[in-house]
């Protein structure tokens, strides 16, 4: 199954102070676990929506600073013993799934934007298809998830070098804002994107996943520091578009849900959402 990266990589400044001991890609929602509630990190419900896709191989895009996510997804049978016996059953089956994947772990030294994390990857990734998961949203609903829908878009045409996902968005200057033509069911062109515009042209915003084919990386390397001075994503798809490369999107289903923690207002949603459909 293709390689997928998942960034970890931010500072979080915004849920801070518990930021500074937990980073926000560890940050608590809620799910469901032999019919009772339970509180699982993000991180970690974004790594089983991926492993129930039969997606094995991961790179995690984290800095020094965050052990705390290595440390998670290494199978500690120690602590396992500890438990009551009660709780067992819950963390040795994070365990199980832990053991059947290849783990990846890539220091990005400073955070300097979603595009400096993707780059960091190149080497992983060699000239191969992948997925790109930031680890501080995660999408939720009822119908085929995002990423199957991604993977399927981009094997249908050998032309597309990457396929974006976008919402429909009220206030879209938190978002890499696309500008897109409808060019079938469901499949847009995107002929310009800009990120995190003052003034949005259009009321609808980018997702943090992504399908890219490994010339992304060229791009990436081509482009300067730009909003933020952080070497933004979404700069080096404006490139690839520029190059005449085939950049579509597909959009999120109304049944679907974004759990965000990047705000303390996205976060409050997320948890609410979370404990309703989780």
């Given at each position: 199954m293709?390689?997928t990266?998942?960034?970890?990589?931010g500072?979080?400044?915004?849920?801070?102070?518990?930021?500074?001991?937990i980073?926000?890609?560890?940050?608590?929602?809620?799910?469901?676990?032999?019919?009772?509630k339970?509180t699982?990190?993000?991180?970690?419900?974004?790594f089983?929506?991926?492993y129930?896709?039969?997606?094995?191989n991961?790179?995690?895009?984290?800095?020094?600073?965050?052990?705390?996510i290595?440390?998670?997804?290494i199978?500690?049978?120690?602590?396992?013993?500890?438990?009551?016996?009660?709780?067992?059953?819950?963390i040795k089956?994070?365990y199980?799934?832990i053991?059947k994947c290849d783990?990846?772990?890539?220091?990005?030294k400073?955070?300097?934007?979603?595009g400096?994390a993707?780059?960091?990857t190149e080497?992983?990734?060699g000239?191969?298809d992948?997925?790109?998961?930031?680890?501080?949203?995660?999408?939720i609903?009822?119908?085929?998830?995002?990423v199957?829908?991604?993977?399927?878009t981009?094997?249908?045409d050998?032309?597309?070098?990457?396929v974006l996902?976008f919402?429909?968005?009220?206030d879209?200057?938190?978002?890499?804002?696309?500008?897109?033509?409808?060019?079938?069911?469901?499949?847009?062109?995107?002929q310009?994107?800009?990120?995190?515009?003052?003034?949005?042209k259009f009321k609808?915003?980018?997702?943090?996943?992504?399908?890219f084919k490994?010339?992304i990386?060229?791009c990436?390397?081509?482009?300067?520091?730009g909003?933020?001075?952080?070497i933004q994503l979404?700069?080096?798809?404006?490139l690839?578009?520029?190059?005449?490369?085939?950049?579509?999107?597909?959009?999120?289903d109304?049944?679907?849900?974004?759990?965000?923690?990047?705000?303390?207002?996205?976060?409050r949603?997320?948890?609410?959402?979370?404990?309703?459909?989780?």
């Open positions: 293709i390689k990266v998942i960034t970890g990589g500072k979080g400044t915004r849920l801070l102070p518990i930021t500074k001991e980073p926000k890609e560890m940050m608590p929602i809620f799910a469901t676990y032999r019919n009772k339970i699982i990190p993000l991180l970690q419900f974004i089983e929506q991926l129930n896709l039969k997606i094995r991961f790179g995690f895009v984290i800095g020094s600073d965050k052990k705390i290595k440390n998670h997804f199978a500690d049978y120690n602590y396992l013993e500890k438990l009551p016996k009660n709780y067992k059953n819950l089956n994070h199980k799934k053991e783990f990846t772990w890539i220091n990005q400073k955070p300097l934007g979603f400096d993707v780059l960091k080497k992983y990734i000239k191969e992948f997925i790109v998961h930031a680890g501080d949203a995660a999408i609903g009822k119908i085929k998830h995002p199957l829908r991604l993977i399927e981009a094997t249908k050998s032309s597309i070098s990457a996902l919402k429909k968005v009220k879209a200057r938190r978002y890499g804002v696309p500008e897109i033509i409808k060019i079938s069911d469901g499949i847009y062109n995107v310009e994107i800009e990120e995190k515009p003052l003034k949005p609808i915003g980018l997702l943090p996943i992504y399908y490994s010339n990386f060229k990436i390397k081509e482009i300067h520091p909003k933020n001075n952080e979404t700069d080096a798809i404006r690839l578009i520029k190059k005449k490369k085939r950049v579509v999107a597909i959009p999120l109304k049944s679907e849900f974004e759990l965000d923690v990047g705000t303390i207002e996205s976060y949603f997320a948890q609410k959402i979370s404990y309703r459909y989780l």
